[in-house]
């Protein structure tokens, strides 16, 4: 079994705090194939969409996370379909023993147990790092959960205005999950499809609306049957 560097900095990564419970996964089965493959410097001799079927996901729901990937800058995916995950390198090094860096650690600790807890002292070299604030744009803090319903929702327009609706519907809005959940339905929906997507309503006017309660249908009229028949 390999081992993989998994930085704990990751809780605080703007980059990590955009992905959505699923996209996070997904990310996860990125590092260990890469860990697994020993790719060079994060390139994988695979096309994603490959690796949608070894991850026995779904591919549009899979692509879709790469997709994010790309967006935020954790991947680079070149005309062949291959991924390359960025700075693969600077945080995994192939010289790396594990062995070595396992004992070393646990003669530290051992050298820990046994000795004196020494007095708390106030010195000058004592700096507590600030904690990373949340992603910031134009003076606002997105939110985790509503970081995860944007990278949902397919239509990024109105973004300050759909925050602010997000938090008047704080305490009245469904869990983040149904959210989500609806979003994907819809999204197979006839009305979102057609027309390059231009029925799809802003994503401030679909909180507002209350529009996760929408029932859809993924059934043509028979006009529209016909018309794609032909």
Known sequence: MKWFRFWNDTINDVKILQ?????????????????????????????????????HQRFNLFSRAIE???????ITVDDNGYITITNWNK??????????????????????????????TDTETDTDKPPISPVKKRGNVYAGDFLSFWSEYP?????DAAWRRWKSLNGTRPALAVLVSAIRKQSQSTQWQKDAGQYIPNPATWLHEGRWADETSNQFSELERWARDE
């Open 91 to 120: 945080r995994q090094f192939r010289s790396d023993n594990t062995y070595e860096r396992v004992k070393k650690f646990r003669q530290v600790t051992a050298k820990r147990n046994v000795s004196v807890t020494a007095p708390d």
């Open 155 to 159: 239509k990024k327009v109105g973004k």
């Open 19 to 55: 992905l959505s419970d699923y996209e996070y996964r997904i990310w996860t089965y990125l590092l260990s194939y890469a860990s697994e493959t020993d790719c060079v410097s994060g390139e994988f001799q695979i096309t994603f969409k490959l690796l949608s079927l070894h991850f």
């Open 68 to 74: 994010t990937f790309q967006n935020v800058g954790l």
